[in-house]
């Protein structure tokens, strides 16, 4: 059974950083890209980054560019995404998730990840 449980998320303030955990059991993790998503009230849930299963190539939205790090530890089973310089429009309910298909390049849509984490709140004020 795959789980995969996220930590990390708070009330901050603008300009704050956070770093979002993700440890994964139940798979090979080494096999597989991880993405991080996150949902907003009254959204749709959006992409936010992604790392392949090396952790040799990365992909983020727009919006995070230059802010925002993934990263992963294969040893501890474990994704990160580093987020600085927070915005108040960052404030969502942040998800990982673990894809459909074993290695390959970042993954973007939703119904590319077949298991995903409960989310952990980051909210920002302004």
């Known amino acids: 059974q795959v789980q995969l449980v996220e930590s990390g998320g708070g009330l901050v303030q603008a300009g704050d950083s956070l770093r979002l955990s993700c440890t994964a059991s139940?798979?090979?993790?080494?096999?597989?890209?991880m993405g991080w998503f996150r949902q907003a009230p009254g959204k749709e849930r959006e992409f936010v980054s992604a790392?392949?299963?090396?952790?040799?190539?990365?992909s983020y939205v727009d919006s995070v560019k230059g802010r925002f790090t993934i990263s992963r530890e294969n040893a501890k089973t474990t994704v990160y995404l580093q987020m600085n310089s927070l915005k108040p429009e960052d404030t969502a309910v942040y998800h990982c998730?673990?894809?459909?298909?074993?290695?390959?390049?970042?993954?973007?849509?939703?119904?590319?990840?077949?298991?995903w984490g409960q989310g952990t709140q980051v909210t920002v004020s302004s």
């Open positions: 139940g798979l090979s993790f080494n096999m597989y890209g």
């Open positions: 790392i392949t299963w090396s952790g040799g190539s990365t």
């Open positions: 998730a673990a894809p459909r298909l074993r290695f390959g390049s970042p993954k973007y849509r939703p119904d590319e990840y077949e298991y």
